[in-house]
């Protein structure tokens, strides 16, 4: 394997798309409080017109289109959307698009509100943020969901110890990793600022926990694209010494505490 490839963002994208029975399963979705927020701060409800950037197999955009919002989602990898299709078949006034956001035409009409969950950080920082205000009418929002693995819970020495196992079979892991505490995990607009396009951005978190089991945690990982670039011999191995860690240290269960960020700007020219 060409070592770029762990970094290559295109590379990293397109993993999403390979197994997507798996990570509609696995991923996890979002605290309705969230959506409630939404509803309150942007008026996402019935009759609002809403872009959707990466709706992957349409864990945020569900819950959207249950508060009877017309939608149209773009999404990138064909068998993700396909899957956010059947999953939002009982919905007439949700469109899904295959397409890269970067190269999507948009429409005549302007959208109420521009939203990506977990996405925004795969578009191309050239574009982004000036195309998502180019989408908003005058006024309109850009709702961006950000998820932080952090730490505070009974598990953290797990995480920690578990970086020997990435140390040793992922290129490239920093040496002593560890998750930040939530507090330390700064707000950040610096890119909506620096468009002038949009005014003050308000933020919003969110924490949970998820537990897992071995087989779980292993099915989670095998979610994500800096795991699924790895050569056979490196997934294996990381993926063995991890679950070894699980099962002699952690009876073979562990919980995972995830923060949501909610990111809301009005845009403004």
Same mark, same amino acid.
């Given at each position: 394997?060409?070592?770029?490839?762990?970094?290559? $963002?295109?590379?990293?994208?397109?993993?999403?798309?390979?197994?997507?029975?798996?990570?509609?399963?696995?991923?996890?979705?979002? $605290?309705?409080?969230?959506?409630?927020?939404?509803?309150?701060?942007?008026?996402?409800?019935?009759?609002?017109?809403l872009?959707?950037?990466?709706?992957?197999?349409?864990?945020?955009?569900?819950?959207?289109?249950?508060?009877?919002?017309?939608?149209?989602?773009?999404?990138?990898?064909?068998?993700?959307?396909a899957? =956010?299709?059947?999953?939002?078949?009982?919905?007439?006034?949700?469109?899904?698009?295959?397409?890269?956001?970067?190269?999507?035409p948009?429409?005549?009409?302007?959208?109420?509100?521009?939203?990506?969950?977990?996405?925004?950080?795969?578009?191309?920082?050239?574009?982004?943020?000036?195309?998502?205000?180019?989408?908003?009418?005058?006024?309109?929002?850009?709702?961006?969901?950000?998820?932080?693995?952090?730490?505070?819970?009974?598990?953290?020495?797990?995480?920690a110890?578990?970086?020997?196992?990435?140390?040793?079979?992922?290129?490239g892991?920093?040496?002593?990793?560890?998750?930040?505490?939530?507090?330390?995990?700064?707000?950040?607009?610096?890119?909506?600022?620096?468009?002038?396009?949009?005014?003050?951005?308000?933020?919003?978190?969110?924490?949970?926990?998820?537990?897992?089991?071995?087989?779980?945690?292993?099915?989670?990982?095998?979610?994500?694209?800096?795991?699924?670039?790895?050569?056979? =011999?490196?997934?294996?191995?990381?993926?063995?010494?991890? =679950?070894?860690?699980?099962?002699?240290?952690?009876?073979?269960?562990?919980?995972?505490?995830y923060?949501?960020?909610?990111?809301?700007?009005?845009?403004? =020219?």
């Open positions: 394997m060409n070592p770029d490839e762990l970094t290559d $963002p295109a590379r990293l994208r397109a993993t999403f798309d390979e197994d997507t029975a798996l990570y509609d399963r696995v991923r996890p979705g979002y $605290p309705p409080a969230l959506f409630d927020d939404l509803a309150r701060l942007v008026g996402v409800g019935p009759g609002c017109r872009l959707e950037i990466g709706c992957g197999t349409g864990q945020a955009t569900l819950p959207l289109a249950e508060r009877d919002c017309e939608i149209v989602a773009v999404e990138l990898g064909p068998a993700m959307a899957v =956010a299709r059947r999953k939002l078949a009982p919905f007439p006034n949700v469109r899904v698009e295959v397409a890269a956001f970067e190269e999507w948009l429409p005549p009409e302007p959208f109420d509100v521009v939203i990506s969950a977990t996405a925004f950080h795969w578009i191309d920082p050239a574009v982004r943020v000036t195309k998502a205000a180019a989408a908003l009418r005058r006024g309109g929002a850009l709702a961006i969901i950000a998820t932080h693995h952090v730490a505070g819970n009974a598990h953290d020495t797990f995480f110890e578990m970086q020997d196992c990435y140390e040793r079979w992922m290129p892991t920093p040496p002593g990793l560890r998750l930040q505490h939530p507090g330390d995990i700064p707000t950040d607009s610096a890119d909506l600022e620096r468009s002038g396009r949009f005014g003050p951005a308000e933020f919003r978190r969110y924490e949970w926990e998820q537990a897992y089991s071995t087989a779980e945690y292993l099915d989670v990982l095998l979610s994500y694209s800096g795991h699924r670039v790895l050569t056979p =011999a490196n997934q294996s191995g990381l993926f063995t010494c991890i =679950a070894h860690l699980i099962d002699s240290r952690y009876d073979g269960r562990v919980r995972k505490r923060m949501n960020e909610l990111r809301v700007a009005r845009r403004t =020219a």
